[in-house]
């Protein structure tokens, strides 16, 4: 294969077939294939590095918290304290060194995991039509288009159906653009050339089919560097409101420790004394933990989702799964097994199964002709195609259709040898219909009831003769397939007027009605258990179809949608005769949304979000992409959905399945439960220190702890105990509760009280450790050593109890090996406390005193105490609506 040696646009469709030495008609030999791998590449763009690490380092420290402390560890410097120096700017050191790997992390997995979902395409190889990734695309491969796709490649049109593409990601013009084959002149501008559809671009409208030209980084995206996966941003709606809270927190935090030093002067207290406790209030108020402890449960909370087939393409929708109120999901592949089967075949006033029938003969002796004629319809009026090993290529629906046919003797080569396909007008969601002209007057129509019926004006009979059309006959057949959960297509023959070209209204003529055909995709069993678990956890599901509203009642039935008793349910149809005040009054009760147009999706979205929902929105094709932006979580499919969908939305479906939702909002739940339960328990901390060098500031007493006491403290709480608890599992209580309202401030009243009690009880224990200790031994180093050690070892206590390892009793080694993040940094905090009182050298750089035994056991009381503590922040602070079930 040579490069062209003038641009494919100027050249026409065989010209440029030739050069690169295809076959339009069969497309490319695998051998040949291979080569142009090998000559090429794959069909990729090289991909944009990460940030570099020096770079993710010091953004650690676009932190108000952590500046603040770099400052103070530089004046205790400057003023020739290198120990405290040293401590406090390792501290800062420790998180950020925590912060950056963790964010490195985050953001490698949500590029891989963006990069991980396919784009399949569908192409020519040897005469085989292929599903593909487009990655396996080369120079010469023949590529078929249709609605919803993304252009795979730089493409050169060889045939086009009414295509249009929306090329405004790389030309700016924001209105679809027509397509056509000719050749164009040389200085035609890129938004000009019709005849090309460029990688990256979108299909809006009709087919095509085009020859590969360019791929990979020589297509017009990856000459202008226009990246297809954009840049990964770590930034969401809650790290923006912890910073805002950092920013509040650090005036009060610089206020009172302006306060203390005031305070402590006026009591006659040396200077260089009280510069030292208010350093020591200072850095015990901060949380400088926080913002990389934020990072990881984020990133821990994307890889979760991941495990279970939901990939994160914007990380904000972490933090809203958790509040959704309302899932309206689609029906086919989502709640169901996207299986579909022919069931029953209507024809000629006769309703059967079609497991009852037997082949046909050549000659249809004893066939009923309209029902031979309605499964030939099927196999005609179809865009599937055969691929290998005898499987079907192609929309489940078209797949069913031509597996009915086949079925009873029929044969798709044959059949297309026999009535040759001129001309196709494609299905479209607004007109829900299809038609294709064979030889120059055959027109085939299959679509919805609706659609069909209303431009037919006769039915045939079984000896393939005219008749009246009995259209309540025709209801009542639909209403019965509908009744049993089928999915109803009609199928209707028209005649042409020689015409070479199909167009819309030739559609409105006089058509003969042929039969129906009803299909059933059984409901994902999965699926009915994460509707169950959606409505115990307040989370209400809508299921929103194009299908037939019996054939979607029938479904929500078997799904548990709706109440026991009654589904409520409303068509497109009465849906468009509402106002958007009327929509929004009765969207809450309806349970089934049935033939709605894409259209009316965004309504219904707009509808709930005006009633105060927080919605979750499924959708998989190009016309859903309004109503997945507008939704607060945009779902798409991630193995049927189109391009378009998958770029509007905020969560992508692996397994397209209804049950990873579930899971998805679970995790979501999850995720914010964990920060709850990281602020819950590092505020107290922080907050305690600081109460007691500010009471220790107003009363006139030695400080109960050191300024490089209290950095130890910070270190020892944010690395072996507050990480732990973004790795907490999920509790089994998080979908037996109603949803977070979104509003709902970082501290809320109940988190408030909480951090109150706790840090008032950490207050009283350093105070009423060292004062006893003081009076008892009169060692202020021991009584500082006392003080920390029962602080930290009665927030062990704590720690359990605000994490699921309360729940556990009895203890088994299982437990411990499904969440070992508790367990492993309450055994760390024990051998870090041990080093801290009973080492010589720590001793000498903390100021501390080795303990004995009867003096440890002491420290120990504390850890007695904090029970009924945390038993009344439990009463203040429910942080989990815990049922009967899960109080072990």
């Not at 037919?456 to 009542?476: F, T, Y």
């Not at 109503?627 to 397994?655: C, F, H, P, W, Y």
């Not at 009665?794 to 969440?819: G, M, N």
Request: aromatic share 4%; with cysteine.
């Amino acid at each position: 294969m040579q490069p062209l040696l003038t641009p494919a646009y100027v050249s026409s469709g065989g010209e440029v077939v030739a050069a690169l030495e295809t076959d339009a008609k069969r497309g490319l030999s695998p051998a040949e294939v291979q080569r142009r791998v090998h000559q090429v590449g794959t069909n990729r763009l090289s991909p944009e590095p990460l940030k570099p690490l020096w770079l993710r380092f010091l953004q650690q420290f676009d932190n108000p918290l952590l500046i603040t402390l770099l400052l103070v560890g530089a004046v205790k410097l400057a003023m020739g304290d290198p120990q405290d120096a040293l401590v406090i700017i390792s501290v800062t050191v420790i998180n950020a060194v925590i912060g950056t790997v963790q964010e490195g992390k985050a953001e490698s997995a949500i590029a891989a995991l963006a990069d991980s979902v396919r784009t399949d395409v569908l192409v020519l190889r040897d005469g085989a039509a292929l599903q593909l990734d487009s990655e396996a695309l080369v120079p010469g491969d023949v590529v078929q288009l249709e609605a919803g796709c993304k252009v795979p490649a730089d493409l050169r049109l060889l045939q086009v159906r009414s295509l249009r593409t929306d090329e405004s990601a790389l030309t700016g013009e924001s209105v679809p653009v027509e397509k056509s084959t000719g050749a164009l002149q040389l200085e035609a501008p890129l938004a000009e050339r019709s005849c090309m559809a460029y990688a990256g671009s979108f299909v809006t409208a009709g087919q095509g089919t085009g020859v590969v030209v360019t791929t990979g980084d020589a297509t017009e995206v990856g000459q202008i560097s226009v990246a297809l996966n954009q840049a990964v941003s770590l930034s969401t709606p809650l790290t923006r409101k912890l910073v805002g809270f950092s920013r509040t927190l650090l005036r009060l935090i610089v206020l009172l420790a302006i306060f203390t030093f005031v305070v402590g002067l006026a009591k006659g207290r040396d200077w260089a004394e009280m510069f030292d406790g208010a350093v020591a209030l200072a850095v015990g108020a901060i949380p400088e933990e926080l913002p990389a402890i934020v990072t990881i449960i984020l990133a821990i909370g994307v890889h979760r989702m991941a495990k279970r087939s939901a990939i994160i393409r914007k990380l904000p929708a972490v933090e809203t799964l958790g509040s959704t109120t309302v899932i309206c999901s689609d029906k086919t592949g989502t709640l169901t097994q996207n299986r579909m089967t022919v069931e029953h075949v209507y024809a000629a006033g006769i309703l059967q199964p079609l497991r009852d029938l037997w082949p046909m003969d050549d000659a249809g002796k004893g066939v009923n002709l309209a029902l031979q004629e309605t499964l030939l319809a099927g196999l005609l009026c179809n865009d599937a195609q055969a691929g290998s090993d005898d499987q079907w290529v192609g929309d489940p629906t078209e797949t069913a259709l031509l597996a009915a046919a086949h079925s009873v003797g029929m044969n798709h080569r044959s059949a297309h040898d026999q009535h040759p396909r001129r001309d196709v007008i494609p299905f479209e969601s607004e007109r829900q219909y299809m038609a294709t002209l064979h030889g120059s007057e055959r027109i085939l129509l299959k679509g919805s009831v609706e659609a069909v019926l209303q431009r037919c004006s006769h039915a045939l009979d079984a000896q393939g003769q005219r008749c009246v059309l009995n259209a309540e006959a025709i209801q009542a057949a639909v209403s019965a397939m509908a009744g049993q959960g089928e999915r109803v297509l009609a199928f209707a023959i028209g005649r042409g007027a020689q015409q070479q070209r199909l167009e819309h209204h030739h559609l409105n003529g006089d058509f003969t009605f042929l039969g129906l055909q009803g299909m059933q995709d059984p409901p994902r069993p999965e699926a009915i258990q994460a509707v169950a678990a959606c409505r115990a956890a307040g989370v209400k599901v809508k299921l929103i179809t194009g299908d037939h509203i019996q054939t979607a009642i029938a479904i929500a039935r078997l799904m548990g949608i709706g109440s026991p008793g009654e589904v409520q349910a409303m068509d497109g149809s009465a849906l468009a005769a509402l106002s958007s005040d009327a929509l929004a009054e009765v969207v809450d009760s309806v349970d089934v949304f049935a033939r709605v147009a894409p259209a009316q999706k965004l309504q219904l979205v707009e509808a709930l979000q005006a009633n105060g929902e927080v919605v979750a929105m499924t959708g998989d094709g190009v016309n859903d992409a309004p109503a997945l932006k507008q939704a607060d979580i945009g779902i798409a499919m991630g193995r049927s959905g189109t391009e378009v969908a998958r770029q509007a939305a905020d969560m992508l479906l692996t397994d397209d399945n209804f049950a990873t939702i579930e899971a998805a909002v679970e995790e979501g739940r999850g995720v914010y439960l964990n920060l709850r339960k990281t602020l819950a328990f590092v505020l107290p901390v922080n907050g305690g220190a600081s109460m007691t060098i500010l009471m220790a500031g107003l009363l006139g007493t030695p400080l109960p702890v050191s300024a490089l006491q209290v950095l130890w403290l910070n270190m020892i709480c944010s690395l072996t105990m507050s990480i732990a608890l973004a790795f907490e599992p999920l509790s089994p209580a998080l979908m037996n509760q109603a949803p977070r309202q979104p509003e709902e401030p970082l501290l809320n009243p109940a988190l408030i009280r909480r951090v109150i009690l706790v840090s008032l009880f950490n207050w009283c224990v350093i105070f009423g450790l060292f004062f006893w200790a003081q009076h008892q031994f009169g060692d202020l180093p021991l009584a500082r050593t006392m003080a920390v050690q029962g602080l930290v070892l009665s927030h062990l206590v704590y720690l359990v109890a605000i994490s699921h390892w309360r729940q556990v009793w009895p203890f088994r080694l299982r437990d411990l090996r499904q969440a070992p993040a508790v367990p492993l940094g309450v055994m760390a905090t024990f051998a870090l406390q041990g080093l801290f009182s009973q080492a010589g050298w720590m001793n000498a750089f903390f100021g501390t005193s080795p303990l004995n035994g009867s003096q440890l056991a002491v420290c120990a009381l504390p850890m007695l105490l904090m029970i009924p503590v945390t038993r009344c922040a439990e009463w203040l602070d429910p942080m989990e609506r815990r049922s009967p079930a899960t109080l072990g």
